[in-house]
């Protein structure tokens, strides 16, 4: 597709729930990304991946995140056991890299919010 | 360490009335830095890229500046429909193909009254 679908819109868990989120990003892109978006404006970035391959995952919490890209299948973002301070936007992006083209383009994020 | 930050916090213009924003950075290899904006429950929007200093980008109302060490987005005679957060990010160069990461600034929200 021509955006980054992210899905569902809104989730609401109970703490200690699993939570999970799916990301399809815009056809021919090859590298994806996930960011929490907590208080005010802050972006902290989670994972990246370079086609099915994680990229750079210093930014999970990798006790209870994890995340997968398989070929032909949405992106996955799930959260074993939420915690209330899981609440927050999440954001997938995608980006073609490659050359002068490394602008990454969002999609409109699922609210996570954990009871 | 990376940063990126950005100001003002909040900046609140009359419609017509031309103002800046400002977004400094840190990063060691600058690969590329992006203006985003965001409205309220979506997601950031991209708006500009600049690689080197010295470059700009205009977009209708909007137009990016670039420096050794920092960033501007100049809005000239903006109007209501303008009011968002516009977020700043660089991209850090990982060597060769390797992507790298992109490093938010916390966003300046503007609003502009008619």
């Known amino acids: 597709g021509e955006e980054v679908a992210q899905t569902p819109k809104h989730l609401v868990r109970g703490e200690g729930q699993k939570a999970k989120l799916y990301c399809a990003p815009i056809k021919g892109h090859s590298y994806v990304f996930w960011y929490q978006q907590v208080l005010k404006n802050e972006f902290k970035f989670l994972i990246s991946?370079?086609?099915?391959?994680?990229?750079?995952e210093t930014g999970m919490p990798k006790e209870r995140f994890s995340a997968k890209c398989l070929p032909n299948s949405p992106c996955s973002l799930e959260i074993q056991a939420t915690k209330l301070e899981d609440s927050a936007v999440y954001f997938c992006?995608?980006?073609?890299?490659?050359?002068?083209?490394?602008?990454?383009?969002f999609g409109q994020g699922t609210r996570l919010t954990v009871v | 360490e990376d940063q990126v930050t950005q100001s003002p916090e909040a900046l609140r213009l009359q419609e017509g009335e031309s103002s800046s924003l400002n977004c400094s950075y840190t990063v060691s290899g600058l690969r590329g830095l992006f203006w985003y904006r965001q409205d309220p429950g979506k997601g950031p929007e991209f708006l500009f890229t600049l690689y080197s200093a010295g470059e700009e980008k205009e977009k209708e109302r909007l137009k990016a500046t670039l420096t050794k060490k920092e960033s501007f987005l100049h809005i000239t005679a903006p109007k209501p429909e303008d009011s968002a957060t516009y977020l700043c990010a660089v991209l850090k160069n990982a060597g060769g193909t390797s992507y790298g990461k992109l490093t938010f600034g916390q966003g300046t929200i503007l609003t502009v009254h008619p």
């Open positions: 992006a995608s980006s073609p890299w490659g050359g002068r083209k490394p602008e990454a383009f």
């Open positions: 991946f370079q086609n099915e391959n994680v990229f750079d």
